[in-house]
């Protein structure tokens, strides 16, 4: 685990092929850097961030398929212990196509994956074991959609009412 | 115990089997479902299934503005409510830029520590209730009356506290406030060595612990472990010395570590030595708290943080609690995302239980001081 400066980590996650530094007026507050990648790019930060000692803090996924040029957008968030240094990577997917499974080189990015599939219905490949995480394995739709209305809105609700319980004879 | 973790699951094994669990098991602290394979007593895999309590707080924050989502701050973990509920309040502060007032600060710290010295105890009276000490519970639970007692005199509620606002907090304190706190930091350091008679040498809980759910340094950047379950492997981290908010940076303390490895019997004694931690913090905060304003002068009537993303992190009781809010420059956010340590450190079971034996599997989701409803959100 060779610590590396925190410029130079930035620098080679710059230079990499794929990557844009974020535009001027672009706010990440809370994070020292923020990138744009294409998500062929993902996999080899993620492993130059791993290399560095950094880990994982978390992955989340935005549905910003209302915007103009809209897609789901994975949020990546990479720090390391001590003094923080957070690299924070947008992967902008367009709607309905796949992401790219990080769980082999952070073991903590299996559940952030599943729980994105979950709640935003981006399926990740390779992911070994991609299976709801949150809601029930039998559920239909992904709630965090923004679009999300509940497709079964009766499933919670008992079949038959509950029998009323029978009179018992005073005294 | 490493030679029987190279045993492969097989379903279709007799000498194997699968038990449940949970999701009503009364040491799992809520409703959470453990799925292990067993081979005898013997753990071959656990597979934790979560969801059971999940009341959907990311999707109601994208439903309503930054003010109507704060009493769900506290109730993603009701029993460190406070901290939450101002790590929220701070989350929104560093995102519009707004300065608290100094009482105000100090206020915070004084009951986020006594908040965290409650859960700590909640979690000292349940953890060894689990292992079969009943009597501890009993004096854990008395002193944790103390304090909510203590919190409810300026809140106005006992767990799921609403006290931050952006900008400051609801309502200034007293001197009774500010004098039972003290009294209560006296008292508690008598009762800490009560307690360390009464658990920490205690053999038969020795026994229970020692050895028993290691959590090693190599699981530490994999799955971005803190809080307590990474200071006991070792690791002197805390984000209130790491990036200190709120004004923690004014107040001297030490971040206790493990010695063992990070066992269960060093997670014990790291949280007990955090609330000695904690009061240390109280009783420096009692005396240098100054007079003046407990509100902003210029809090905004509707928060609209200018478009862009925002993170901001906390200590919680259980450690590294982060605040993801993706703003679009409205009244409502695009995305709250609340990054909670106990999603964490559960996710990590099926790489430490198997190899341990059932009964352990108690002591090593006590230990690591699971609270369901934050794993669920």
């Known amino acids: 685990m060779g610590k590396v400066s925190v410029s130079e980590l930035a620098q080679n996650i710059a230079s990499m092929e794929g990557i844009a530094m974020a535009d001027e007026g672009d706010i990440a507050k809370g994070c020292q850097h923020l990138y744009r990648s294409a998500l062929a790019t993902l996999r080899p930060v993620a492993t130059l961030c791993k290399q560095s000692g950094y880990h994982l803090e978390h992955i989340t996924c935005l549905d910003l398929r209302s915007d103009e040029g809209g897609c789901m957008r994975l949020a990546y968030q990479f720090n390391r212990q001590g003094a923080p240094d957070r690299h924070l990577l947008h992967v902008?997917?367009?709607?309905?196509?796949?992401?790219?499974?990080?769980?082999?080189?952070?073991?903590?990015?299996?559940?952030?994956?599943?729980?994105?599939?979950d709640m935003h219905g981006v399926v990740i490949d390779d992911h070994a074991d991609l299976r709801r995480l949150l809601m029930p394995e039998d559920y239909v739709g992904h709630p965090l959609l923004k679009d999300f209305t509940d497709e079964d809105p009766e499933r919670h609700i008992l079949a038959a009412?509950?029998?009323?319980?029978?009179?018992?004879d005073e005294g | 115990m490493a030679d029987t973790i190279e045993l492969v699951p097989d379903a279709s094994d007799p000498e194997t089997y699968f038990l449940n669990m949970g999701p009503q098991?009364?040491?799992?602290?809520?409703?959470?479902?453990?799925?292990?394979?067993?081979?005898?007593?013997?753990?071959?895999s656990a597979d934790p299934i979560i969801g059971y309590g999940h009341r959907a707080h990311e999707k109601m924050a994208e439903n309503r503005d930054y003010l109507q989502f704060l009493p769900n701050s506290s109730r993603i973990d009701y029993l460190s409510g406070m901290i939450y509920?101002?790590?929220?309040?701070?989350?929104?502060?560093?995102?519009?830029?707004?300065?608290?007032?100094?009482?105000a600060q100090i206020i915070r710290i004084i009951c986020g520590e006594l908040n965290r010295i409650s859960s700590h105890l909640l979690w000292l009276g349940t953890f060894v209730l689990d292992l079969g000490g009943f009597t501890p519970f009993l004096y854990a639970f008395d002193d944790r009356e103390k304090i909510l007692d203590i919190l409810d005199s300026i809140t106005g509620s006992r767990l799921t506290y609403c006290y931050g606002r952006f900008g400051g907090v609801t309502m200034d304190v007293d001197d009774v406030f500010l004098r039972r706190t003290a009294d209560f930091c006296d008292y508690f350091k008598t009762r800490l060595n009560e307690y360390h008679e009464l658990v920490t040498d205690n053999v038969i809980y020795q026994h229970r612990t020692r050895n028993v759910g290691v959590i090693s340094t190599e699981l530490i950047q994999d799955y971005a472990l803190s809080g307590p379950v990474l200071r006991a492997a070792g690791v002197a981290q805390d984000v209130r010395k790491d990036e200190p908010y709120g004004g923690y940076e004014r107040f001297d303390f030490d971040v206790p570590v493990g010695d063992r490895g990070g066992d269960c019997f060093d997670r014990h004694t790291v949280r007990m030595e955090e609330m000695v931690q904690s009061m240390r913090i109280i009783e420096q905060a009692l005396a240098?708290?100054?007079?003046?304003?407990?509100?902003?002068?210029?809090?905004?009537?509707?928060?609209?943080?200018?478009?862009?993303?925002?993170?901001?992190?906390?200590?919680?009781?259980?450690?590294?609690?982060?605040i993801f809010i993706t703003s679009d420059g409205s009244d409502v956010p695009v995305r709250n995302k609340l990054r909670t340590p106990s999603f964490v450190n559960v996710s990590t079971m099926p790489v430490v239980l198997p190899g341990t034996m059932l009964a352990d599997t108690v002591a090593v989701l006590g230990s690591i001081d699971i609270v369901v409803p934050e794993i669920d959100r």
């Not at chain 2, 101002?86 to 100094?102: D, K, N, T």
């Open chain 2, 85 to 103: 509920n101002l790590a929220y309040c701070q989350a929104i502060e560093h995102a519009l830029e707004l300065e608290v007032p100094e009482r």
């Open chain 1, 161 to 168: 009412p509950m029998p009323a319980p029978e009179a018992k």
């Open chain 1, 92 to 117: 902008d997917l367009d709607p309905g196509s796949n992401g790219v499974t990080i769980s082999d080189l952070f073991r903590g990015a299996d559940w952030y994956e599943r729980e994105v599939f």
């Open chain 2, 288 to 322: 240098c708290i100054p007079d003046g304003p407990i509100m902003a002068p210029k809090v905004p009537k509707r928060i609209r943080p200018r478009a862009g993303d925002y993170y901001f992190a906390v200590e919680s009781a259980r450690g590294h609690f982060g």
């Open chain 2, 25 to 44: 098991h009364p040491s799992t602290h809520g409703v959470l479902r453990i799925r292990l394979h067993l081979e005898g007593e013997r753990i071959l």
